[in-house]
């Protein structure tokens, strides 16, 4: 079965400073990979998605994924973080045996310090 | 329009009542999704919806009952809950339910519900 793995329950930056969340996966074919952000009541927002092609994906708000097949890995990226980055994300794997609903990793909180 | 609806926002409800959740999307979506979320915890799949019929319900209990009356429009309609189905309700849309490069999933901003 498919799974989805996010080693880091809570990451701190200082505000300008690079970022990188990890994500991990489990799946048997090409998956189709998903990071979310989440603000607090919030829904979830689409920071950008890889379903195949180019393994560098830019997203949103500056941030970038890289899809490594041999690591199993698909990490988001931020060169410079704003305060307002301050969120929970979710990294996600589509699922083609739940009508392709998402599976969801548990997800990173980050914190952002002055 | 890029966006989903739902309504209300928030919603308290004692445990013998009967109350329903609403959402929609006017894109055109073929495929919806109701997703529960407790704190600090990800989004859990309840239903999904593909071409207005209902193709997975991941053994959520009877007390929740969803319909999708059109394209545009899914509720969830609620009776007998407990305290422990007191969540943020999350539904979402995407084009296609055969996934790929349909398969993105948009969000509406959830209903808070809380179960006395």
């Known amino acids: 079965a498919q799974s989805v793995t996010q080693p880091d329950i809570h990451i701190t930056v200082s505000e300008g400073a690079s970022l990188e969340l990890r994500c991990n996966y489990s799946y048997g074919a090409t998956p189709y990979l998903f990071w979310y952000v989440q603000s607090p009541g919030q829904g979830l927002q689409l920071l950008l998605k890889y379903f195949s092609g180019d393994t560098l994906v830019q997203g949103i708000k500056g941030f970038e994924a890289e899809f490594k097949r041999s690591q199993s890995s698909f990490n988001l990226r931020k060169p410079s973080v704003h305060w307002s980055d301050a969120a929970e994300y979710f990294c996600?794997?589509?699922?083609?045996?739940?009508?392709?609903?998402?599976?969801f990793g548990k997800g990173t909180s980050l914190l952002v310090t002055p | 329009d890029t966006e989903v609806t739902q309504t209300p926002k928030h919603l308290v409800m004692g445990m013998t009542n009967k109350k329903s959740l609403k959402c929609e999307q006017h894109m055109g979506h073929r495929a919806m999704y109701w997703y529960k979320q407790k704190a600090k915890k990800p989004p859990e799949l309840m239903f999904v919806?593909?071409?207005?019929?209902?193709?997975i319900n991941e053994s959520v209990p009877s007390r929740f009952s969803p319909e999708c009356p059109n394209s545009s429009l899914l509720n969830l309609h609620l009776h007998a809950l407990q305290p422990e189905d007191s969540a943020l309700y999350l539904c979402a849309s995407s084009q296609e339910p055969s996934g790929g490069i349909y398969n993105e999933q948009f969000f509406g901003p959830g209903t808070r519900l809380t179960v006395l």
């Open positions: 919806y593909s071409y207005e019929k209902l193709s």
């Open positions: 996600a794997v589509g699922a083609r045996n739940s009508g392709y609903a998402l599976n």
